[in-house]
């Protein structure tokens, strides 16, 4: 089966890539860019560890075919932090051990970065809500709640 | 061991410092199990039995061989014969030989140059089955019609006439039930049974193996024991231990389903058919039909309590099924399933049984959710008919220090008396409930593990500390490391780094099981920091010209010991550190052992729920967990045991379970079937660390990963009898089991 060739914007720069057209984002994501911070947990976009954002939306990526991905914006955990500097949400994960094995950590962050660019103060109900797409087996969420409502707090302090 | 902690101030522990590992986990840089890749790697894929029970006549490959891109086949005929006991078992459970046991089973693997190629090519493999009848639930398993899994798999325990499908059978206890159960004023009998639930790691199993023709290889896999997994896969394709070399990434998640191996020896014997490194990544719904989840358990409990609440006598015959293989905890539950209570006349029988499910594994506590289930849910219906409160009559048969346990010894310092005691004081106790809530309360315990550890501590050249352990590190254990090495050394936390070592690299270690990382590798940490700090006296002391014991160790610094000692200005760390190479060469410690003194955790939690009297569906409105960790050494990880234990046994109460159709197939192997709790089903997760600490860690210390899993599923169940007012004793209770219940109650 002939390859199809994509050009794409991954985190601010421009990539190419041959892929599959059965291949998924996640699949050239990880494969082809060599990005491997989105992960697949289940592959069937329940569980979210893929999640990246596409032209600005929150997708699992395994759910979008790498071919889709032709001439759009994608953004994944590789793109949260700036320089050296990390994304409040990154830095209130560390500080309240919001994470425990880290597997769905890069999906979460994206996901409730998400979350805040649409709804700087959403209560806890909506954060469990918006946040239901992404399983933490490790967790039982609850550092995970506290962790993005203080970096909310903190965003909308700093703005 | 003596214990250290009580008279010794922390200057490191019970803080909560950020996790060493924190930036490459946040930053998606951390590398799991599929993150890994080689050059010239291929893609490997496995065929699975799409039956629960049937003949494997023939496999031919001939097509898939003659694909493009295709490398190699391989069936159980690529693996060595002759193997014995568990290893045949795991022999048997990664390829099957001559029948498939499971829905799932692994028949054949195909590596080729790509995924899609790998998958595509298992299509053109020829597969020839003989059905036959099969059986997955364990009673029907124990039948006298049931089909026979495997003859010849029960060892000595098991009786004269029980059925093949039996393979291990016990009985334990002491006094006079009869006489028991003839001193209660109450006593019920009850049966109970809970479903299998999956461990429900996030990441899929995942592996790279390199295996050569001269029987050396490599392999790099997401894995709680890199040890084991070298043990399990020497065994399997007949190689010297030392000659394959583990790596273990980051792990996403294990729970005790990551501690044996499904992928890792397939992969390598791709790899020695094809000369080329061979990478295996699972998906979700090979995970959930071939790794290996928890047993399901049928269970007659039956227990005595006199009108003031002691309870007189306690029996119970649990039979579980672990799969196709022996192996089902049904040791841990009889040993566990009345450990909380002081009962004189006590008796516990139980059956390791077969069927055809996938071969049971590990999973947080295994064997004591499911007793606790049972007894725990029994106790509070005592408690209901004689009008006691829950909290009190537990007290009032709590175990303590002294008692001799159901299973046998006598116990050394525990904390359950602290746990309900905590319990009962917390506001959420008293906190009125509305129509249709319910609360329900209930206690558990694990009784933890030690295991063969070993760890070494170097020191660098600026007097930082590298300590190097076995155990992965699968939910903060290296900052928990780091804090035992920072207050043994008396330096920074940020001056530690721990790292998680190759199997080439330190001698055996157990996985990261049994509650025992922060145990049992940080006793390791602690000794071998005490032999370097002693290393390090030395080279003061003869720096100064003065015996090694004339010098004392104290925050960082060799001091001489007293005034006799002689007048020195104190040495650092590092002002040794930067002397060593020419003072007698670089300074380490190292500590082996299997250390025994791992203390048992008790823990008692409240739940309070909402039934939906529409649906059946239940809504988690407040939930506490209290329980003992001897000394929390980074308290935030500690309560992060707590939660996640608690919500996974959540899960397990209302929603979890495997679905068998009639045909013996899994129907729910993907994540939205097989439903673990998301973020809105829950609230907050209150905790209360109690400390009684374990005098058999220099600090302290108990593993406190497991027993969080064990009182949920009597809580829930409890709470929804409080709420509905029936008893339920099948788990899980999802909306339509409850919903049933309901309108039965009219």
């Known amino acids: ?159 | 061991m003596a214990l250290d902690s009580d008279t010794q101030k922390f200057k490191y522990i019970g803080t909560r410092p950020d996790r060493p590992d924190g930036l490459d986990k946040v930053t998606g840089r951390a590398r799991f199990g599929a993150d890994f890749s080689m050059p010239g790697m291929l893609h490997g894929a496995i065929l699975r039995s799409p039956h629960a029970h049937a003949k494997i006549l023939k496999i031919d490959a001939t097509k898939a061989l003659a694909l493009n891109g295709v490398k190699a086949v391989v069936t159980r005929a690529d693996f060595p014969t002759g193997l014995t006991g568990e290893d045949w078992n795991i022999q048997e459970n990664v390829m099957a030989g001559e029948k498939a046991l499971y829905d799932g089973h692994a028949v054949a693997a195909v590596a080729a140059t790509s995924q899609l190629i790998a998958r595509d090519a298992l299509k053109l493999i020829e597969v020839e089955y003989e059905v036959l009848r099969h059986v997955t639930d364990v009673d029907e398993a124990m039948a006298d019609d049931a089909p026979v899994i495997r003859e010849g798999a029960a060892d000595y325990s098991v009786p004269e006439g029980m059925h093949p499908n039996i393979v291990r059978y016990m009985e334990s206890g002491r006094g006079d039930l009869e006489a028991g159960f003839a001193a209660a004023d109450l006593v019920l009998e009850q049966s109970y049974k809970t479903e299998a639930a999956h461990q429900g790691y996030i990441e899929p199993h995942a592996c790279v193996g390199q295996l050569g023709a001269d029987g050396k290889g490599e392999l790099w896999c997401c894995t709680q024991g890199h040890w084991f997994v070298r043990q399990m896969c020497t065994a399997v394709l007949g190689l010297e231990a030392t000659q394959l070399r583990v790596t273990p990434s980051e792990i996403g998640g294990g729970f005790g389903g990551k501690t044996t191996v499904f992928i890792d020896p397939v992969a390598l014997a791709l790899s020695r058919k094809a000369n080329r490194p061979v990478k295996i990544v699972m998906s979700r719904s090979e995970v959930l039909r071939a790794s290996g989840p928890t047993s399901s358990a049928s269970m007659d409990i039956k227990m005595g309590m006199t009108r003031d609440g002691k309870i007189t006598a306690a029996s119970g015959t649990f039979r579980m099924q672990g799969g196709a293989f022996p192996g089902a905890p049904v040791d841990v539950t009889t040993m566990l399933a009345f450990a909380n209570y002081d009962i004189a006349d006590v008796h516990h029988i139980g059956f390791d049984v077969m069927t055809n499910r996938p071969k049971q594994a590990a999973y947080r506590a295994p064997g004591a959710p499911m007793g606790a289930f049972a007894v725990e849910s029994m106790l509070d219906e005592l408690c209901r008919q004689l009008r006691l409160d829950p909290i009190d009559t537990r007290l009032k048969n709590a175990v303590k220090e002294g008692t001799r346990a159901t299973f046998g010894p006598k116990f050394p310092p525990v904390g359950l008396i602290e746990t309900l005691e905590a319990a009962k004081a917390h506001p959420q106790y008293n906190t009125p409930l509305g129509p249709n809530q319910g609360r329900g309360v209930a206690s558990g315990y694990w009784m933890n593990w030690g295991g063969e550890t070993s760890a070494s501590v170097a020191i660098g050249e600026d007097g930082t500390v590298q300590v190097s352990i076995g155990t992965p590190d699968i939910g903060g254990s290296r900052a928990s490391m780091a804090l035992m090495a920072a207050e043994a050394f008396g330096v920074p936390y940020d001056n530690v780094r721990v790292n998680i070592a190759d199997t080439g690299t330190l001698g055996i270690n157990e996985p990261t099981h049994g509650s025992r990382a922060t145990f049992a590798s940080g006793l390791a940490t602690v000794e071998a920091a005490k032999e370097a700090i002693g290393k390090l006296c030395k080279r003061a002391a003869d720096k100064w010209g003065i015996d090694a014991e004339a010098v004392t160790w104290e925050d960082g610094f060799a001091k001489p010991s007293g005034p006799n000692a002689g007048e020195f200005p104190p040495l650092s760390i590092a002002e040794i550190a930067a002397e060593m190479g020419s003072t007698g060469g670089p300074i380490s410690g190292h500590f082996e052992s299997s250390p025994d003194g791992f203390g048992g955790s008790f823990g008692t939690h409240i739940v309070d729920l909402e039934v939906d009297p529409e649906t059946g569906r239940s809504t988690i409105l407040r939930y506490l967990v209290v329980q003992d960790a001897g000394k929390a050494i980074h308290p935030a990880y500690v309560e992060g045991q707590f939660q996640g234990g608690a919500v996974q046994g959540i899960g397990w109460a209302l929603n979890e379970e495997y679905i068998y159709g009639a045909d013996g197939r899994l129907q729910n192997p993907i994540f939205l079937d097989y439903r673990v709790p998301v973020a809105s089903d829950l609230p907050m997760i209150d905790t209360i660390i109690v400390e009684v600490p374990n005098p058999g860690h220099p600090y302290g210390v108990r593993g406190v990963g497991e027993t969080g899993i064990t009182p949920p599923l009597p809580a829930v169940a409890n709470a929804v009898r409080d709420a509905i007012g029936v008893r339920m004793t099948q788990l899980p209770l999802t909306p339509p089991r409850v919903l049933a219940a309901i309108k039965g109650r009219g």
């Open chain 1, 1 to 159: 089966m002939s390859k199809i060739h994509v050009t794409t914007t991954v985190n601010g720069d421009e990539v190419e890539y041959l892929c599959d057209p059965r291949e998924t984002l996640l699949d050239c994501l990880r494969d082809r860019v060599g990005l491997t911070g989105a992960k697949e947990g289940c592959g069937t976009g329940d569980c979210g560890a893929c999640s990246v954002t596409l032209d600005g939306r929150l997708v699992c990526s395994c759910l979008v075919l790498g071919a889709e991905a032709e001439g759009k914006e994608v953004t994944t955990i590789e793109g949260m932090a700036t320089g050296d500097t990390l994304h409040p949400l990154q830095r209130k994960f560390i500080e309240h051990a919001a994470l425990q094995c880290g597997i769905c950590t890069p999906g979460i962050l994206v996901a409730a970065k998400a979350l805040l660019e649409k709804n700087p103060d959403p209560t806890e109900t909506e954060m469990r809500y918006w946040l239901a797409g992404n399983l933490c087996r490790c967790t039982g969420y609850d550092k995970i709640i506290r962790a993005v409502m203080d970096a909310a707090q903190e965003m909308r302090e700093a703005s």
